[in-house]
Structure formats: structure tokens, C-alpha cells
């Protein structure tokens, strides 16, 4: 057997890949990507981070070859325990079977109006001719939305409170992410402070909840009671620890993310009028007299569908991910050796020119059936795929067409020139400085 081929370092400058992971990590990788194509590695310290960047081996990582890899870092469970984002094997398998009845068709369709109720309360508060943080105002909606539908608990009193809580755990993350993680978690910093005090303020309120709801007879309809109801094929039901982390795990991944979709959907459209134009005729068409979009609305919007989905692609809110080899990996005659580390981008690969026409244009028209027939499995991934792919999707995606189609029919938004829109690569794709824009009523 032919001996596996060394996998060349990418070098930028001395000890320059450790401040550009934590600094600009996209410019690093992409940097990467460029010099040596779809797979390379950085040394980061004494460990070393390998980058694929094509469709086919990150198939391997999420689908044909799952099981050589595990997601999920010790750092992030000290957030969120053993909930469905960092757990594995068997008991991932066994949490995800346990919450999918939450997230079946005829249970989502009873969301809906929930979802448009939380945007009218929202916009009711907006005014003609006023400026405002678009990113903060969804973030806002997508955070009642998903405690009301999830946990049937009405954050939107506090909103500001919760928010502020779940900011400082994302600054938390953010640093986690560092290359002297490992020494930074340990000092006494800011970050480390407010992260701590963060944590306690959401695990108040979360077990709250469930003790609330462990002394309620009444049936919400909702996941909490769906996790309340299941039974392990062993006998017995979740803990509240159990319950707690799955709580807080669909709670962080569930708001920002949709909140970042919507805040760079709107931003699209205000650059783009004659996108803008075409989905207001759809709108029109479909939901005459500004008529409020319900779940059955959600298949007629095939065009408002094609402007999420086009966001997704251009703004992936997670737009990088990893796995890390159990045993030695082989791709390609190269030898990754196990407990490595590998990265690869949905930002990058969604944007590649060998995938997408003028990749870097906002089309939603792109998005036929012809196209998406010819595209590489994994070229277009922004929920993930495999057995680990987001459980949470079809509410995702109803939730963000519904909240486009409600609020663009009845405000147009124009971005403010003065304020830079660029991104901003923590654990999401977000706006660096938020997202100004003024607001005209139609």
C-alpha cells in the first residue's frame, strides 16, 4: 500500500494563523483555499486544523462517514449540557427521535399564527420615516416567537433582559473560539464575569418553566410538553437537568439564527428593487388586501421561498462548522490522523464559482428546479445534513418565508448609506454594526 500523501501547511506569516483564526477567521480560510485548494491544513499552536473545501468530503464528514467523526465541544456543553447540539452516538439519536414529534407538519401549521401575532406586535411599534436597528428588532421578534411556540412562555415583558443574557453568552462563545481559550476561560475577565451571571439569569427562567409546567395537568401542544410526555423505550421521562438542555440548546440556536436570515433578507432587498418589486407582486397575488400569510399560504410563496433560500446561500448564519476524526482519516490518498480537526465553510462552498453562476449576485431566480437538480449534494447546506442535520429546519423555514411576506408587504426599508453592512464571523453570521435602516410605510 502506497504511503499517504502529506497534506501541505498553509503558513501566512509567523504565528500569523493563530491571530487571523480569532481575528478574521472566513479571510483565513479562504486565504487557505486559495493557495491549495480543497484541502489544506493550519498549524494552530501545536495542533493542526485541516480545511476541506468541496461538497464531497464534507458528504463524507455528515453522511457516508458520520460515524468516523464526532461534533460537539467540551467547551460549548458547559452551556448547554447534553442537549441535541453537543450530544452523540445513541443518546443524540435517542433525543432527536424523542423532540421530532414537535416538529411534524400539523404541529408546525399551529405555530403560525403565533409567529404573524409576534410580527404585529413587533411592527405596530414602528413608525413612518423612523430609523432603526432592523438586527435588533428581529432579534426581538424571533426570541418571543420561539419561547411562545416552544415553551409557550412569554418572554416579550422582558425581552431586552433575556436578550442582554443571551449576548453575553455569545460573546462567551465567541472567545471560546480563540487559540489561548484554554488560558482566557480561566482568568478573571469581563466576558468570563458576565458569562457566568448570563448563565444563572437563563437557567432561572428556563427551570422555571419546566417547574411551572411539571405542576400543570394542561397540555400545551408545544415541545416542553411533548419532552414532559416522552418516555425512554427503558422506562422513565427526561429529568429537569435533561429538560433544561435541550430547553437551552433550541433556545440559543433558534432565534439568532433566523433573526441573522431575516435581518441580511431585508438588507437584500432594500439593494435589490427589482427583486423587491417581484416579490410584492407575488405577495399581492397571494395574499390579497395585505391579508395576513397563514401555514397554508407557505407553498403558494414560491417566490418569497426563492428569497429566503438565496439568503441562506449568500449568508449562511452558520457558516462554518466542524468534525473531529475519531480514527485516521483517508481522503484522497492523504492521511488525516485521528483527533484532528476539520473545518469546512457553508459560506465558501455556497459562494464557489465552480457551484453557482456570479456567485456572488443576489438571484433568487437562480433557484429552478434544473439548477437544483445539477448541484452537488452538499454545495447548498446552511441546516447541516446527515443524521446530525438541524431538527429545528421546517420551523426555521416557515417561520422566516411568513415573518419576509408579513413584514414586506407592509414596509418597504431603505438602508441607511452612512452604515456599513459588512459581517461579522463569531458563531454566526452577523451584521458587524447592526443593521440601520428607515422605515416607509406602503
Wanted: glycine fraction near 6%; charge should be positive.
Amino acid at each position: 500500500m502506497a504511503a499517504a500523501k502529506v497534506i501541505e501547511e498553509y503558513k501566512p506569516i509567523p504565528g500569523g494563523s493563530i491571530y487571523s483564526i480569532r481575528i478574521d477567521p472566513l479571510k483565513l480560510m479562504q486565504d487557505a483555499a486559495k493557495k491549495y485548494g480543497d484541502l489544506c491544513c493550519i498549524k494552530r499552536g501545536k495542533f493542526r486544523l485541516y480545511i476541506a473545501n468541496d461538497p464531497a468530503i464534507v458528504k463524507e464528514l455528515l453522511l457516508t462517514k458520520h460515524m468516523n467523526f464526532s461534533k460537539g465541544s467540551p467547551k460549548t456543553k458547559k452551556i448547554v449540557g447534553d442537549g441535541i447540539l453537543t450530544s452523540s452516538g445513541d443518546f443524540h439519536h435517542k433525543q432527536k427521535r424523542l423532540m421530532q414529534p414537535a416538529f411534524h407538519q400539523q404541529q408546525l401549521a399551529s405555530y403560525a399564527t403565533i409567529m404573524t401575532d409576534f410580527a404585529g406586535r413587533v411592527t405596530n411599534e414602528w413608525k413612518d420615516g423612523q430609523e432603526l436597528d432592523v438586527r435588533d428588532q428581529m432579534m426581538r421578534l424571533t426570541m418571543g416567537i420561539v419561547a411562545k411556540c416552544l415553551y409557550s412562555a412569554d418572554v416579550e415583558s422582558d425581552w431586552k433582559e433575556v436578550a442582554k443574557a443571551l449576548y453575553d453568552v455569545n460573546e462567551y462563545l465567541d472567545m471560546l473560539s480563540s487559540p489561548f481559550a484554554g488560558v482566557l476561560d480561566r482568568l478573571p475577565l469581563p466576558v468570563n464575569r458576565r458569562f457566568r451571571r448570563a448563565l444563572q439569569e437563563l437557567d432561572a427562567v428556563i427551570y422555571k418553566i419546566i417547574e411551572q409546567r411539571r405542576n400543570s395537568t394542561a397540555d400545551s401542544g408545544d415541545l416542553l410538553s411533548t419532552l414532559l410526555k416522552a418516555q425512554y423505550e427503558e422506562g422513565g421521562g427526561m429529568t429537569n437537568k435533561q429538560l433544561r438542555d435541550e430547553t437551552m440548546s433550541l433556545f440559543l440556536a433558534g432565534h439568532e439564527t433566523t433573526a441573522n436570515v431575516l435581518t441580511w433578507a431585508l438588507y437584500l432587498l432594500s439593494q435589490n428593487p427589482s427583486v423587491e418589486e417581484k416579490l410584492l407582486r407575488e405577495l399581492a397575488r397571494v395574499l390579497p388586501g395585505r391579508r395576513i400569510p397563514t401555514a397554508e399560504d407557505v407553498p403558494k410563496l414560491s417566490y418569497t421561498t426563492k428569497v429566503f433560500t438565496e439568503t441562506l446561500r449568500l449568508y449562511p448564519p452558520i457558516w462554518r462548522s466542524g468534525r473531529i476524526a475519531i480514527n485516521d482519516y483517508f481522503v484522497r490518498g492523504y492521511l488525516i490522523p485521528a483527533g484532528s480537526l476539520i473545518l469546512f465553510s457553508h459560506y465558501m462552498i455556497q459562494r464557489d464559482p465552480r457551484y453557482y453562476d456570479n456567485p456572488e449576485q443576489f438571484n433568487p431566480d437562480r433557484w429552478t428546479p434544473e439548477m437544483e437538480a445539477n448541484l452537488p449534494d452538499f454545495a447548498f447546506f446552511p441546516f447541516g445534513g446527515g443524521p446530525r442535520s438541524c431538527i429545528g429546519e421546517p420551523f426555521a423555514k416557515m417561520e422566516s418565508i411568513m415573518l419576509i411576506a408579513a413584514i414586506a408587504q407592509n414596509w418597504k426599508m431603505t438602508h441607511d448609506p452612512n452604515h456599513k453592512a459588512e459581517i461579522r464571523t463569531s458563531l454566526t453570521l452577523r451584521p458587524k454594526y447592526g443593521m440601520m435602516m428607515k422605515l416607509s410605510k406602503r
